[in-house]
């Protein structure tokens, strides 16, 4: 379920005044059409197979899905390395080397949700956790497109998808620090929303809180498969001065959604660093890769599958890769056409 806006009373007013004076006029919705042709010549588009079933009905079905990944590279120093070309990287999938399918090293766009822990405990952090969000975009790519999600009990999506700071800012000053953590049910709402309406392919999602989630409905594991679905975000995390018996607990479950992910989790000892942090995240996700492939195994659907990128070049003498470890397949829906 997507992150709820804030209830408007008056346009929901203008909506029953509207349905009440136009009611009955509206026209009967149109039904799909069922006898498309198959394409001409018997070829599917490109990307797709054609396959003809029982009493001669066709069935078009996308091949596998490219898999996407986003990876940082940094030397045997921890330095960013960004001149990397496509032959020094391998892709393993469940220990079997795939074949990579495109390659980018430039910075793109991306689709970011800022998601804030506006709980009771977080109520003097926010001045600072607000400056390094809006530093953090500002920063970043000026065609970034950028959502912002308040949560404390329930979650809400103040600012739907902008690249206008002063939007995102007013989103950000709503403040109403009260209530529990509903982490989990944040994240999964906020990746549900870049699947269903981001524009940009690539997506992160930034969480900041000072605490263990203690009001979600869904479990940390749920929240984990959630993202780890194909095409989902790297998310990077900030806990904030965490403190309480669960302390471990709580930084655990961040650097779980961060390490599946491909992103980072940050611990910092005070507010000070918060804005050297945002920027740190600015930074990486613009000096990363872009590196597709289609699984050799064509199964759709199934259980998870572990990757591992592997990349060595002259000049460097150890390099590490950072990106999700895995992944969910999604599954490929057929659509039925008859035979001409």
Known sequence: MPPRSRPRTFLLFLFLFSA?????????????STQNPPPAGGKPPSGQELEQGEGGVFKIKKEVQEVVLHATVVDERQRLVTDLDRSAFAVYEDGQLQQITSFRR????VAMGIVIDNSGSMSRSRTAVNQAALNLVRAS???DQVFV???????????????????????LEKIESRGGTALYDALIASADHLKKNAKLDKKVLLVVTDGE????????????QQVSMNGGPTIYAIGIQLKGDKVRRAKRALQ????????????????DEVDSISQTVAHDI???????????????????????????SKGYRTLQVRT??????TQERAENQPAP
Do not use: H, M
Not at 106 to 109: F, H
Not at 324 to 329: L, Q, V
């Open 149 to 171: 999600v308040n949560f404390s009990d329930e979650y809400y999506l103040d600012q739907d998808f902008t690249s206008n700071i002063a939007k995102l800012q007013e989103a």
């Open 20 to 32: 009440v004076l136009l009611g009955g006029q509206n026209p009967a919705p149109e039904k799909p």
């Open 213 to 224: 989630d203690n009001r979600s409905k869904d479990p940390l594991e749920q929240a984990v």
């Open 324 to 329: 999700r470890s895995g992944y969910y397949p």
């Open 256 to 271: 779980a959604l961060a390490e599946q992910t491909g992103g980072l989790a940050f611990f910092p000892k005070n507010l």
């Open 286 to 312: 613009r000096n990363q890769y872009t590196i597709g492939y289609r699984p050799s195994n064509r199964q759709p659907g199934g259980g998870y599958r572990s990757v591992r990128v592997v990349a060595q």
């Open 141 to 143: 790519n000026s065609q």
């Open 106 to 109: 430039e910075d793109i766009p």
